[in-house]
């Protein structure tokens, strides 16, 4: 497609006029680090980014969703009666999300969008999202994406995809939805006919700069329970303190808790982020816990992202390779070690002790 240069003191009359048509959200510093927020008028994204602490996944799985709500007033005729919370389906779009995130919603997607179950939530935030994606020029120490399916200038779940070249941003519409942001922007002049050169030479360095790589090749093939039941777990699981950092912090991952909030006679069902991480997630209603002990609890997240998915959908690991729990696990838990350790796991060379 038609790539569009935009000359940098053009850009931020351009994102101002998309707010017009779209509630927007980008990249926004807070203390130390980036989150993705909504820019009001005059509100710019910082584009000075790596990438932010949290996934922009909030936006289309909200950390509390209110679903339904409901009085328990029996004088009131719709006592009883869960009533639909009306949901913003407004265009919005967010500006600066890198590759990996955007690709996340579609790994996520294979959950939330089945044959059989299509999640109205989850569905209609998604699709009223137009996602510009920013290209990582200079990918974080932490970033493994290129061996996790995903890139640094991965066009994959991505409306519209921006370089940073310099003293202009070159700017190409992957779809129908990206054309009109960026329509609604203004931005209109054809990049120079070596932009596409350009972009190919800032890509091919950026995936060059990716120094950090997992195996997953035999994934696949391992045994499920011989992986399951491999001595490794409690080893990897020892400095873990159930924080749940890496669950919420992580773009793929989508555990939830749906309760009931009562406020007198009102009251509101949600949903909200949950983790595997916790002992109360799994905790059945009968007091038995399936995942009781912490070392089944960290199997889990891994299994689950790294043969599970991959057992189930055949489309690799779950997991887009953004680094975000490894750099922010308080005791340095690094799941590029757990990929390459279950990857490479032969239980007939295990040594376990007796
Ligand atoms: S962030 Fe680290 S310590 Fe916290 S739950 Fe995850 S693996 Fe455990
Ligand atoms: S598992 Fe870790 S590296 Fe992979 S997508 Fe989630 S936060 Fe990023």
């Not at 407004?90 to 294979?110: H, M, N, Q, Y």
């Not at 409690?234 to 555990?255: H, K, M, V």
């Not at 005791?331 to 350790?341: A, E, H």
């Amino acid at each position: 497609m038609k790539v569009i240069s935009i000359d940098k003191t053009e850009w931020a009359n351009g994102i101002e006029k998309t707010k017009s048509i779209y509630r927007l959200f980008g990249p926004v510093k807070e203390n130390t680090w980036h989150s993705f927020m909504p820019l009001g008028p005059g509100e710019q994204p910082d584009m000075a980014y790596g990438n932010s602490r949290l996934s922009p996944k909030f936006l289309v799985h909200p950390q509390t969703e209110p679903m339904f709500e409901y009085n328990l007033d029996e004088k009131q005729a719709d006592h009883h009666v869960l009533k639909e919370i009306p949901k913003d389906v407004s265009p919005k779009a967010i500006i600066g999300i890198r590759p990996c995130d955007a690709s996340a919603f579609l790994l996520v997607k294979r959950n939330f969008d089945t044959p059989t179950y299509k999640d109205p939530y989850w569905l209609t935030a998604y699709n009223s999202l137009t996602l510009i994606g920013y290209a990582c020029n200079q990918p974080c120490s932490t970033c493994f994406c290129t061996t996790a399916g995903c890139g640094p200038f991965h066009e994959e779940g991505l409306d519209a995809i921006l370089v940073d070249a310099g003293d202009r941003y070159l700017l190409k519409a992957l779809t129908e939805k990206g054309e009109a942001y960026i329509q609604s922007a203004g931005w209109a002049t054809s990049a120079p006919s070596d932009a596409d050169q350009s972009i190919e030479k800032l890509k091919s360095t950026a995936e060059k700069a990716i120094a950090s790589h997992v195996s997953t090749d035999k994934l696949r093939n391992q045994s499920t329970t011989q992986l399951y039941d491999a001595p490794f777990w409690e080893e990897i699981a020892f400095s873990c303190i159930n924080c749940g950092t890496c669950t919420y912090s992580c773009p793929t991952c989508w555990c939830f808790d749906i309760q009931d909030e009562n406020h007198g006679k009102c009251g509101v069902r949600m949903r909200n982020w949950d983790s595997c991480m916790y002992p109360l997630f799994s905790l059945h209603g009968t007091g038995h816990n399936p995942r009781g002990a912490k070392a089944h609890r960290v199997r889990q997240r891994f299994m689950h992202k790294l043969k599970y998915y991959v057992d189930k959908y055949d489309n690799g690991i779950q997991c887009v390779g953004c680094g975000r729990c490894i750099r922010l696990c308080p005791v340095n838990i690094d799941i590029r070690k757990v990929c390459n350790q279950m990857n490479s796991y032969d239980p007939a060379a295990c040594v376990c002790p007796v």
